[in-house]
T-cell receptor
């Protein structure tokens, strides 16, 4: 099976930087995805990592270390609209489906 | 243009009833999925369909049955509804394939309440 762990909640201040960690255990890793989900809305894709290293996309970056089973999502210059749940998801080799973590609720305050 | 659409958005029904949720995507994707998100916001895969064939069937009760009339549609039928079926159900789609960035696009969700 797969085990994915993320912190349940985090708080940060507008304009700051926050790092949301995700650790996973899986056999046959084949990609890690981050999604954002605002309350009452659908998840939307943020980033994808399959090789070790950092992927940068505007204010958001995602890092992966396959040997450590570890990823983080880095959000810079936080805005109030970044208050949402952030979901880490892992894909296994040979499958297109994703297994999601329980999500990290981020609250950005003024 | 809506990429992945679901109907209805809200569904309130009595225990024991049978209901359906419809999903359509206009992205030309070959793979579609159904997820259940419970009250604790845990998003769990239920089914995925690739080219009208069920490729993954997670351990969900057989009261749930996905039906795909064509590759743009994946409907979810639920028989003999139970209280524990209350949740938000999301449909999603992606390009086929098990590698590369085949990100999934989610529909707006259907909030099912069983009384």
């Amino acid at each position: 099976g797969q085990n994915i762990d993320q912190p349940t909640e985090m708080t940060a201040t507008e304009g700051a930087i926050v790092q949301i960690n995700c650790t996973y255990q899986t056999s046959g890793f084949n990609g890690l995805f981050w999604y954002q989900q605002h309350a009452g809305e659908a998840p939307t894709f943020l980033s994808y990592n399959v090789l070790d290293g950092l992927e940068e996309k505007g204010r958001f970056s995602s890092f992966l270390s396959r040997s450590k089973g570890y990823s983080y999502l880095l959000l810079k210059e936080l805005q109030m609209k970044d208050s949402a749940s952030y979901l880490c998801a892992v894909r296994k080799s040979g499958y297109s489906t994703l297994t999601f973590g329980k999500g990290t609720m981020l609250l950005v305050s003024p | 243009d809506t990429a992945v659409s679901q109907t209805p958005k809200y569904l309130v029904t009595q225990m024991g009833n049978d209901k359906s949720i419809k999903c359509e995507q206009n992205l030309g994707h070959d793979t579609m999925y159904w997820y259940k998100q419970d009250s604790k916001k845990f998003l769990k895969i239920m089914f995925s369909y690739n080219n009208k064939e069920l490729i993954i069937n997670e351990t969900v009760p057989n009261r749930f049955s996905p039906k795909s009339p064509d590759k743009a549609h994946l409907n979810l039928h639920i028989n003999s509804l139970e209280l524990g079926d209350s949740a938000v159900y999301f449909c999603a789609s992606s390009r086929s394939g098990t590698s590369g960035n085949n990100e999934q696009f989610f529909g707006p969700g259907t909030r099912l309440t069983v009384l």
